[in-house]
């Protein structure tokens, strides 16, 4: 695996760079750079590949989620991004790659390897969406044939992919954040905006069922607004949750007398762990859908088992390869809708809103092993919930943010636990006494969370909201230190203004 990592690694030399600036810059160069990204994640957003007849609105889980628009150069979104960097902190944490994270030389190698990977994933998703998806119309385009315009599009949702990962580069240099959260931000905002018009404006909404009169016409407008209301209480209730904390009382050495206190989040990792783990199930659906593609899918009318390889000709045995059904089935769009991969993925209920939403869970079930649907809600969360803690876990890891890197770091700025003596050591152990606690819980709670925001039917879906208010409390939290620094001359000296 090292030789492999190595080999992936070398490609680096080969691709551009964004060098950081020469000197901090402040808040107004930082918002500008911000905007700009924001403005080129819109154009791309917005911009229809050549080939494909339409695109799809990020109004779904999964495009909500990793900033994509199906059709789009953003068809991929940040997915190849976030996954390469999954596979690589699974890699170092096996201790399949040896590379120390803690040292500055392994994490830039450990950056640049993820840069090259997030390339080839980018490539390979492009691949498998057109190939398995059929977004490519059969007939020709512009006069070209089906299989040159497959390949055009490919070459260019890999393009947009490639845009992305040196956008996320320019905002994490230069920007606010990191590119990935900021467009994460973006997309949720986007969904949320266009749901709200859509309910209040769009076709069976507040003013259509008003306008229809009679006596329900007002609780059925309430009920079409159920999911801005769960949206509104999502947003609340993650609110509340970012404020809460842990603080230790520190002492500095050369200052006596000031005793004030280390805040430890209760969400200590942040949203980090839930973006991982929503990457991964799109992951598992997009390359579900390509892999068992072609399977069982039950009739919409009938509800019975529909044989899309025996009715294409292949000959396919539902007897002779009934471990496939158990894996996972897909529909007509490639979409997982049954098997046990099904019960990693969200619950979508379309655009029925919240009521199809608690329809689906309390009496729906899968469509060929009829497994109920409540079971699927129950697996989601729960798996959410525990697939956060191990990125937690490793993210804690990889970012320096473990006990003892915050002793040393404490220890190196002159801080020390009252009533304790000054070593690392002892400053490590009664870190770890609440930081390995906090990541669990915090990483723990924050899965849940998102997973039981998501069966609310709020727009922008529940994890999206979660995620995005996250953003942007830290996004406010960074802004308010940048207009510390710049209005202090001494801050700005320390930091190196």
Same mark, same amino acid.
């Given at each position: 695996? !090292?030789?492999?990592?190595?080999?992936?690694?070398?490609?680096?030399?080969?691709?551009?760079?964004?060098?950081?600036? %020469?000197?901090?810059?402040?808040?107004? %160069?930082?918002?500008?750079?911000?905007?700009?990204?924001?403005?080129?994640?819109?154009?791309?957003?917005?911009?229809?590949?050549?080939?494909?007849?339409?695109?799809?609105?990020?109004?779904?889980?999964?495009?909500?989620?990793?900033?994509?628009?199906?059709?789009?150069?953003?068809?991929?979104?940040?997915?190849?991004?976030?996954?390469?960097?999954?596979?690589?902190?699974?890699?170092?944490? +096996?201790?399949?790659?040896?590379?120390?994270?803690?040292?500055?030389? %392994?994490?830039?190698?450990? +950056?640049?390897?993820?840069?090259?990977?997030?390339?080839?994933?980018?490539?390979?998703?492009?691949?498998?969406? $057109?190939?398995?998806?059929?977004?490519?119309?059969?007939?020709?385009?512009?006069?070209?044939?089906?299989?040159?315009?497959?390949?055009?599009?490919?070459?260019?949702?890999?393009?947009?992919?490639?845009?992305?990962?040196?956008? %996320?580069?320019?905002?994490?240099?230069?920007?606010?954040?990191?590119?990935?959260?900021?467009?994460?931000?973006?997309?949720?905002?986007?969904?949320?905006?266009?749901?709200?018009?859509?309910?209040?404006?769009?076709?069976?909404?507040?003013?259509?069922?008003?306008?229809?009169?009679?006596?329900?016409?007002?609780?059925?407008?309430?009920?079409?607004?159920?999911?801005?209301?769960?949206?509104?209480?999502?947003?609340?209730?993650? $609110?509340?949750?970012?404020?809460?904390?842990?603080?230790?009382?520190?002492?500095?050495?050369?200052?006596?007398?000031?005793?004030?206190?280390?805040?430890?989040?209760?969400? #200590?990792?942040?949203?980090?762990?839930?973006?991982?783990?929503?990457?991964?199930?799109?992951?598992?659906?997009?390359?579900?859908?390509?892999? *068992?593609?072609?399977?069982?899918?039950?009739?919409?009318?009938?509800?019975?088992?529909?044989?899309?390889?025996?009715?294409?000709?292949?000959? #396919?045995?539902?007897?002779?390869?009934?471990? *496939?059904?158990?894996?996972?089935?897909?529909?007509?769009?490639?979409?997982?809708?049954?098997?046990?991969?099904?019960?990693?993925?969200?619950?979508?209920?379309?655009?029925?809103?919240?009521?199809?939403?608690?329809?689906?869970?309390?009496?729906?079930?899968?469509?060929?092993?009829?497994?109920?649907?409540?079971?699927?809600?129950?697996?989601?969360?729960?798996?959410?919930?525990?697939?956060?803690?191990?990125?937690?876990?490793?993210?804690?890891?990889?970012?320096?943010?473990?006990?003892?890197?915050? !002793?040393?770091?404490?220890?190196?700025?002159?801080?020390?636990?009252?009533?304790?003596?000054?070593?690392?050591?002892?400053?490590?152990?009664?870190?770890?006494?609440?930081?390995?606690?906090?990541?669990?819980?915090?990483?723990?709670?924050?899965?849940?969370?998102?997973?039981?925001?998501?069966?609310?039917?709020?727009?922008?879906?529940?994890?999206?909201?979660?995620?995005?208010?996250?953003?942007?409390?830290?996004?406010?939290?960074?802004?308010?230190?940048?207009?510390?620094?710049?209005?202090?001359?001494?801050?700005?000296?320390?930091?190196?203004?």
């Amino acid at each position: 695996m !090292a030789g492999i990592i190595d080999i992936i690694h070398s490609f680096h030399k080969v691709l551009p760079t964004v060098k950081g600036p %020469d000197k901090p810059l402040g808040s107004n %160069d930082k918002l500008l750079w911000t905007g700009l990204a924001l403005v080129l994640y819109f154009m791309m957003y917005q911009t229809t590949v050549f080939g494909v007849p339409h695109t799809t609105g990020g109004v779904d889980f999964l495009q909500t989620i990793t900033a994509a628009r199906i059709g789009s150069l953003l068809t991929t979104g940040i997915g190849p991004l976030v996954l390469s960097s999954i596979f690589l902190q699974l890699f170092v944490g +096996a201790g399949l790659i040896n590379l120390n994270l803690k040292d500055k030389n %392994d994490k830039i190698k450990f +950056a640049e390897t993820q840069k090259v990977l997030a390339i080839l994933l980018a490539l390979a998703e492009a691949l498998i969406f $057109v190939v398995f998806t059929q977004i490519v119309p059969l007939a020709p385009v512009a006069g070209l044939s089906p299989m040159v315009v497959m390949v055009l599009v490919v070459l260019q949702i890999t393009l947009g992919s490639i845009l992305i990962l040196f956008l %996320d580069e320019i905002v994490t240099k230069y920007g606010i954040g990191s590119g990935i959260s900021l467009f994460i931000a973006a997309g949720v905002s986007f969904a949320v905006f266009a749901g709200v018009i859509s309910l209040i404006f769009g076709a069976q909404g507040v003013i259509e069922t008003i306008s229809g009169g009679g006596a329900e016409a007002l609780p059925n407008a309430l009920l079409v607004l159920l999911p801005f209301a769960f949206t509104m209480l999502v947003f609340l209730a993650v $609110v509340y949750a970012e404020g809460v904390k842990v603080e230790i009382p520190i002492a500095f050495q050369r200052v006596r007398g000031m005793v004030p206190k280390l805040p430890l989040k209760f969400f #200590y990792v942040s949203n980090i762990p839930v973006i991982f783990a929503s990457a991964l199930i799109m992951n598992i659906q997009l390359f579900s859908g390509g892999v *068992l593609a072609g399977q069982y899918w039950a009739d919409q009318t009938t509800g019975e088992a529909i044989d899309q390889f025996n009715d294409i000709g292949a000959g #396919y045995d539902f007897d002779k390869h009934g471990f *496939l059904p158990l894996v996972g089935y897909v529909d007509q769009n490639g979409q997982l809708r049954d098997g046990l991969l099904y019960f990693f993925t969200p619950l979508y209920a379309g655009s029925g809103g919240t009521v199809a939403q608690w329809n689906l869970v309390s009496g729906g079930h899968t469509p060929i092993l009829g497994i109920p649907e409540w079971i699927h809600a129950f697996s989601y969360v729960i798996l959410l919930s525990l697939v956060s803690i191990i990125f937690g876990l490793f993210w804690v890891e990889t970012s320096n943010m473990d006990a003892k890197s915050v !002793a040393g770091q404490l220890s190196d700025s002159g801080i020390q636990i009252p009533g304790f003596r000054r070593d690392p050591r002892m400053l490590e152990t009664i870190l770890n006494k609440h930081i390995f606690p906090l990541t669990v819980m915090g990483s723990f709670a924050v899965g849940l969370l998102a997973g039981v925001a998501d069966l609310t039917g709020a727009l922008g879906t529940g994890t999206g909201i979660l995620l995005t208010v996250g953003i942007l409390h830290r996004m406010y939290e960074q802004l308010e230190q940048m207009k510390a620094i710049d209005s202090n001359p001494m801050l700005s000296k320390l930091f190196g203004g």
